[in-house]
């Protein structure tokens, strides 16, 4: 008896170590679906994120989501970061939807395609506080459709500090 509740703690353990050490790494994760599968340009969709860490590097990562039917190759995304102290940073991203050939690049199931890119790497938060992110779709269009939702997610760098 004692011997099969020890090794049932064991297991647990093992499952629980397993499962907060992938969790740890994640500092911020959240997703904003798109009304209608659309995304104007005048729509900013902000993400507040407080930071404890001035130490330690980041990544910041964005999964878009768009069904089969977006009719673009590319999406541009300005992204600002506004800093507790009041200053910001601004970037401008080209997102490729498709390679040359017209295929996805990003993972297709059904009507749905999902797509990981890399905003930011190895980069440090300088002040304690809540960091704003602020990012509008940037397209001559104004309204982009068949756009589901974005997810923005910070982890701590999985390259050294």
Not at 31 to 53: E, H
């Amino acid at each position: 008896m004692f011997k099969n509740n020890f090794f049932k703690l064991i297991e647990l353990m093992l499952v629980m170590t397993f499962l907060s050490c992938n969790r740890e790494n994640i500092v911020f994760n959240e997703f904003r679906d798109l009304p209608n599968s659309n995304w104007s340009y005048l729509d900013t969709l902000n993400f507040d994120v407080l930071i404890a860490d001035t130490l330690n590097n980041f990544d910041v990562d964005l999964q878009l989501r768009t069904s089969t039917d977006y009719k673009w190759s590319n999406m541009y995304l300005y992204a600002e970061i506004d800093f507790p102290n009041g200053k910001s940073r601004a970037d401008t991203f080209q997102l490729f939807i498709t390679d040359k050939k017209g295929h996805w690049n990003g993972e297709k199931s059904g009507l749905l395609v999902n797509f990981q890119y890399s905003l930011y790497r190895k980069i440090k938060f300088p002040i304690n506080g809540k960091y704003r992110f602020k990012l509008n779709q940037a397209m001559r269009d104004t309204v982009l459709e068949n756009i589901l939702s974005l997810e923005l997610k910070i982890t701590n760098s999985k390259e050294y500090n």
